[in-house]
């Protein structure tokens, strides 16, 4: 099994920055591809950035030139900065990771976790 956790999030005044941890724990083989979503009130959840283990990221255009992307040293453990907030930024960002992992029997499989998310608010 697998598990995300975000942290980082909170209230920020416009033009401020926050930096979003994620890290990931369980029977983890490899991960492939991690990425930052978010959903804000009444909208649907939409992509913010992606990394692959190769280190090549991708960007919403909405948050490119302004938000950064990056993996940890930590190993399975991913990073949002957050620069120059906006208040259409404010949602709430949820780490997702596509993994490989062994089951309780061993087996290697794949599949997607989601954390639980973490609200960023940008508000004065």
């Known amino acids: 099994q697998v598990h995300l956790v975000e942290s980082g999030g909170g209230l920020v005044q416009p033009g401020g920055s926050l930096r979003l941890s994620c890290a990931a724990s369980g029977t983890i083989v490899t991960i492939n591809t991690m990425g930052w979503y978010r959903q804000a009130p009444g909208k649907e959840r939409e992509l913010v950035a992606t990394i692959i283990s190769g280190g090549s990221t991708n960007y919403a255009d909405s948050v490119k030139g302004r938000f950064t992307m990056s993996r940890g040293n930590v190993k399975n453990t991913a990073y949002l900065q957050m620069n120059s907030l906006k208040p259409e930024d404010t949602a709430v960002y949820y780490c997702?990771?596509?993994?490989?992992?062994?089951?309780?029997?061993?087996?290697?499989?794949?599949?997607?976790?989601w954390g639980q998310g973490t609200q960023v608010t940008v508000s004065s």
């Open positions: 997702t990771a596509n993994v490989l992992f062994r089951d309780y029997s061993g087996s290697v499989r794949g599949g997607n976790s």
